[in-house]
């Protein structure tokens, strides 16, 4: 399993992945799923991907190929172009692969989102499905998460505005809605990448990966427990009825 | 969709249901999923139900038909014999519904947290599954969920402790838990029943229901949003290198 999120705010994007990847129970791996593709100064990109690791390797292989020779997302106009040249090599790498996986009863999963912004354009975040076609975060629901999101989500779902909320707090959100899911389920797992793009700066100068003994996410842990469970205490009494 | 949960502590048992229900997207309605069965001073159970209403209303309805002429619930000697008698009941209506249901390719879905003591029994929390076996809640793993789970499940992750949280601290947790999962999944709805049950006590003093509008329910949202918003504040930054 996976879980990856990016976060859309004014000031910019934030993006954070998990790093355990499992092909069944017993087949458990460490695996990087965030990836970065930049022209210094020009365009910068952000990919997260969930699903077969296969797969994403190979839709990954294929973009970074096309960049190193200055195609594909290297050449994109607009965030959209950019959404479309990905979902392009998934639906390459889906007619590599699919009917053979199908026919032994896979199912063709890879989801990826796309963070980033070309000069001239505004910084942007999608959602680019296993069918390719692409989905945008928007002002009214700023962040898209793909694999195992639902424990991870009503922190986002409490905190998150696109006007509001700084590039620091998103980057605190993130790592909260990420170190929730894997307390909660043991094949989401670290190290944790998180990165920070500042919007017009067509570079990446905040990633960090966390790793399971980091001293700052245990920090965060550590006092993120004791605010929610102060927080409960300080909650009012639940009064009852009889019945 | 449903999401009902358990939790037990040393003090007792805190039951907490939501009360949407749907046959498809434009078909929802509102319906009570939690349901009691008591012989004041002697027993007393809680049941919380997921799944098809129409399978979850006939176990109801043949628990009840026994009960009333004193047997079954009536004449359990544990509360392990009493979750083995819910679980009679689940195969009875499996035995009943399941293979129309399933020749219209429907799962026979239904599950059933049951909570509550029996004179000279120590109290307990079961969940009874669509195939009749009964999993018992233990003090390493103290509370239960059924249907919509994992929105609200980091919040008890975190806070919930057999020996240590008081039966006041474990209403607020349930709370919140249905509160969270009502905001980020739209089936899952108001009005909340909340009942504690104080061991030994052997009757339900305390329940109480929420509508969508409850003032006391308002008041603990607002709050946990500030608590959670506050909290986020004030976690140190996130330091990043660069890369």
Redesign the interface.
Known sequence: MTYCLGILTREGLVLGSDSRTNAGYDDVTVCRKMH?FVTPGERAFILLCSGSLSLSQSVLTLLDRDFQRGAGLAVAATMYDAARVVGEQVRHVSALDRRDLERDGYRYNVHIILGGQIRGEPHRLYLVYPQGNPLSAAEESPYLQIGES??????L???ISYDQTTL??A???A??SLD??M??NVTVGPPID?A?YVADEFR?????RFGPLDP?LT??RV???Q???K?????????????
Do not use: C, M, N
């Open positions: 970065q639902k424990y991870g989500r009503p922190i779902d409490r905190g620091e707090e980057a605190k959100y790592l909260i929730s899911t307390r909660s998180l920070v990446i100068t905040r990633h960090r700052d920090a965060v006092q993120w427990e605010t929610l469970r927080g409960v205490r300080d909650l009012p009494t639940v009064r009852f009825g009889g019945e």
